[in-house]
C-alpha cells in the first residue's frame, strides 16, 4: 500500500477537491482508494456521504474521519483490507495533522494557487515535508486558463527549492458541477479537460509513488 498525505497550511488550497478527485479516479483505474479525513470540516466526507444517498450505483469508496492521533490505526487497517492507495486529506493550519500525515506518508502532495498569499503561505508547508524526510512537490491549482500566472508560480517555488510537478489544475467549471453532483470530473465530463488534468496528475503521482 502507498501512502499520499495532501498537505495545505493555508485555507482554499483545493486540498479536498484534489483529495476525492484522485480517490475516485484511483477507482476508475482498478486500484483500490481509501481516505482518511483529518479536516474539521468533512469536506471530503460530506462528499461521500452524498455520493452513496444520490446514487446506490455509485462505485463505493472507502472513506473516514478521524483525528490525527488515530491515523497510526488507520493506516493499518487500510492496509490490512487490502487498501491500495492511502489518501489523508488534512485540516489547514494544524501543524500536528500535517507533520504525522507527512512522516506516514510515501508522496506529500501540496496543492497551491498562483496567488501571493498562497505562495507565501507554501513556505510552511514545504517546511513540514521537508522535516518528515518524505518526497513532495507541489501542484499549481486552481490557476487562470491562458494565463502566464501559472508558470510564474513555478518558477518563484522552484527558486525556492521546492518540486513542483508538470500537471496544472485549472479553474474550470466542470470541477464545481462534478463536486455539486458529489461526482468526480471524469464522471461527470469524461472527455472534458478537468478530467484530462486530474488524470494527468494522478499518472504523475503514480509514476512517482510506484504504484502498480
Not at 100 to 112: E, G, I, S
Not at 150 to 174: F, M, S, Y
Amino acid at each position: 500500500m502507498k501512502t499520499l498525505a495532501i498537505l495545505a497550511q493555508k485555507g482554499g488550497s483545493g486540498k479536498s477537491t484534489i483529495a476525492v478527485h484522485l480517490a475516485a479516479y484511483a477507482l476508475a483505474q482498478n486500484i483500490r482508494p481509501a481516505l482518511i479525513d483529518l479536516d474539521p470540516q468533512g469536506s471530503a466526507y460530506d462528499w461521500n456521504q452524498g455520493r452513496v444517498e444520490n446514487d446506490r450505483n455509485s462505485p463505493k469508496l472507502d472513506f473516514v474521519r478521524a483525528r490525527e492521533s488515530d491515523l497510526q490505526r488507520e493506516k493499518k487497517k487500510a492496509e490490512d483490507n487490502g487498501v491500495q492507495l492511502l489518501i489523508i486529506d488534512t485540516a489547514p493550519h494544524s501543524n500536528r495533522d500535517a507533520a504525522q500525515a507527512a512522516k506516514l506518508a510515501d508522496f506529500v502532495l501540496m496543492p497551491c494557487r498562483p496567488a501571493r498569499f498562497d505562495l507565501k503561505a507554501l513556505i510552511s508547508t514545504a517546511d513540514i515535508a521537508r522535516l518528515s524526510n518524505t518526497a513532495a512537490a507541489v501542484v499549481i491549482n486552481h490557476a487562470q486558463p491562458n494565463s502566464c500566472k501559472a508558470d510564474e508560480a513555478k518558477a518563484v517555488i522552484q527558486g525556492q527549492g521546492i518540486n513542483v510537478l508538470p500537471p496544472v489544475l485549472h479553474r474550470r467549471a466542470a470541477f464545481e458541477s462534478a463536486l455539486t453532483g458529489c461526482r468526480a470530473v471524469h464522471e461527470y465530463e469524461p472527455d472534458g479537460k478537468a478530467a484530462e488534468e486530474i488524470a494527468a496528475l494522478f499518472a504523475c503521482i503514480k509514476q512517482g509513488m510506484k504504484l502498480s
